[in-house]
C-alpha cells in the first residue's frame, strides 16, 4: 500500500503489512491503550479513509491489547463529553462490524470493557494465551456501552451473558475460546503473527465473497438494540451507583454501592 492516512498518535499503520492488509496498532501504551475520544475517531477514520485495494484489516495493541474506555473522562463527570465519547465508540464499533473487509482482532494481554467491544465487533479473534477479555464495567456501577450487552448475548446467549457481565468476570483466552469468542489461542506474543499469517489468506481470496459473507452473518446482530443500550449507560453515569463507582475507580478504592 502506497496510500499516506490522516490519523492520530494513539493509533498507527504498520507500514510491513503484506500487500493488501491494513494493520492498525493502537499506540497509546502509557494508558494500556484506553480509548478516549481522539483515539476513537482516530480508530474509525483510519479504517473509513482504507486505501483502495484494502482487503483485510488487523487491529491490535502491542502486549496489551486495549483497557477499554479512557476512565478520566469518566472522571471529570461532563456528561457532554461522556455522551460524545459514547456516541463516537458506538460509531466506531459499527464500523469495524460493517466495514465490508474481514476484520482481525489480535489480542495479547487483556481486552476490557470497550477493549472486548471492539473484539466483539471484528470477525475473527486470535489470542494469545495468556489473554484475559471481560466487561466489567458494573464494577463501577455502569453497564458495557458500546455494544457489549448486545453482541455478547448473541454470541454466547443470554444466560452466559448475563453471568460474564454481572459478575464482571475475566475470561481467560481458553476459556474464551471454548465460548466461541476467540477463534484462535496462539503462545503469547504470536497472536499478531498468526493474525498476519489469517490476512494472507483471506487477501488471496474473493473480496466480494467474503464481503457477502459478512453482511449474511452479521445479520443476526444487526437489529439489537444498541441505542437503548447507550442511553441505558448514560442514565447510569448520572445514578448514585455510577457517580460512586467511577470515583472509588479514580480513587483506587473499594465501591460503596449500599450507601
Request: charged letters at 20%; glycine letters at 10%.
Given at each position: 500500500m502506497t496510500e499516506t492516512l490522516t490519523i492520530g498518535e494513539s493509533v498507527t499503520v504498520d507500514p510491513e503489512a503484506a500487500e493488501g492488509v491494513l494493520h492498525v496498532v493502537l499506540n497509546r501504551p502509557r494508558k494500556r491503550n484506553a480509548f478516549d475520544l481522539d483515539m476513537v475517531r482516530s480508530l474509525t477514520r483510519t479504517i473509513d479513509a482504507?486505501?483502495?485495494g484494502t482487503r483485510v484489516i488487523v487491529l491490535s495493541g502491542g502486549s496489551f491489547f486495549c483497557a477499554g474506555a479512557d476512565i478520566s473522562v469518566?472522571?471529570?463527570?461532563?456528561?457532554?463529553e461522556i455522551g460524545e465519547l459514547t456516541r463516537a465508540?458506538?460509531?466506531l464499533v459499527e464500523t469495524i462490524a460493517t466495514v465490508p473487509v474481514p476484520v482481525i482482532?489480535?489480542?495479547?494481554?487483556?481486552?476490557?470493557?470497550g477493549g472486548f467491544e471492539v473484539a466483539l465487533a471484528a470477525d475473527l479473534v486470535v489470542a494469545g494465551d495468556t489473554a484475559e477479555l471481560g466487561l466489567p464495567e458494573v464494577s463501577l456501577g455502569l453497564i458495557p456501552g458500546w455494544g457489549g450487552t448486545q453482541r455478547l448475548t448473541a454470541q454466547v446467549g443470554a444466560r452466559k451473558a448475563k453471568q460474564l457481565i454481572m459478575l464482571g468476570q475475566r475470561l481467560p483466552a481458553a476459556e474464551a475460546h471454548a465460548l466461541g469468542l476467540v477463534n484462535e489461542v496462539v503462545p503469547a506474543g504470536t497472536s499478531r503473527d498468526r493474525a498476519n499469517e489469517l490476512s494472507a489468506i483471506l487477501a488471496g481470496s474473493s473480496a466480494s465473497a467474503l464481503a457477502a459473507t459478512k453482511d449474511l452473518v452479521s445479520n443476526a446482530e444487526r437489529a439489537l438494540a444498541?441505542?437503548?443500550?447507550r442511553a441505558t449507560l448514560m442514565e447510569l453515569f448520572t445514578s448514585d451507583d455510577g457517580v460512586e463507582g467511577v470515583?472509588?475507580?479514580?480513587?483506587?478504592?473499594?465501591?460503596?454501592?449500599?450507601?
Amino acid at each position: 500500500m502506497t496510500e499516506t492516512l490522516t490519523i492520530g498518535e494513539s493509533v498507527t499503520v504498520d507500514p510491513e503489512a503484506a500487500e493488501g492488509v491494513l494493520h492498525v496498532v493502537l499506540n497509546r501504551p502509557r494508558k494500556r491503550n484506553a480509548f478516549d475520544l481522539d483515539m476513537v475517531r482516530s480508530l474509525t477514520r483510519t479504517i473509513d479513509a482504507r486505501p483502495i485495494g484494502t482487503r483485510v484489516i488487523v487491529l491490535s495493541g502491542g502486549s496489551f491489547f486495549c483497557a477499554g474506555a479512557d476512565i478520566s473522562v469518566y472522571g471529570r463527570g461532563d456528561l457532554g463529553e461522556i455522551g460524545e465519547l459514547t456516541r463516537a465508540a458506538g460509531v466506531l464499533v459499527e464500523t469495524i462490524a460493517t466495514v465490508p473487509v474481514p476484520v482481525i482482532a489480535a489480542v495479547e494481554g487483556m481486552a476490557l470493557g470497550g477493549g472486548f467491544e471492539v473484539a466483539l465487533a471484528a470477525d475473527l479473534v486470535v489470542a494469545g494465551d495468556t489473554a484475559e477479555l471481560g466487561l466489567p464495567e458494573v464494577s463501577l456501577g455502569l453497564i458495557p456501552g458500546w455494544g457489549g450487552t448486545q453482541r455478547l448475548t448473541a454470541q454466547v446467549g443470554a444466560r452466559k451473558a448475563k453471568q460474564l457481565i454481572m459478575l464482571g468476570q475475566r475470561l481467560p483466552a481458553a476459556e474464551a475460546h471454548a465460548l466461541g469468542l476467540v477463534n484462535e489461542v496462539v503462545p503469547a506474543g504470536t497472536s499478531r503473527d498468526r493474525a498476519n499469517e489469517l490476512s494472507a489468506i483471506l487477501a488471496g481470496s474473493s473480496a466480494s465473497a467474503l464481503a457477502a459473507t459478512k453482511d449474511l452473518v452479521s445479520n443476526a446482530e444487526r437489529a439489537l438494540a444498541y441505542s437503548d443500550e447507550r442511553a441505558t449507560l448514560m442514565e447510569l453515569f448520572t445514578s448514585d451507583d455510577g457517580v460512586e463507582g467511577v470515583a472509588a475507580f479514580v480513587e483506587k478504592r473499594p465501591a460503596d454501592f449500599r450507601r
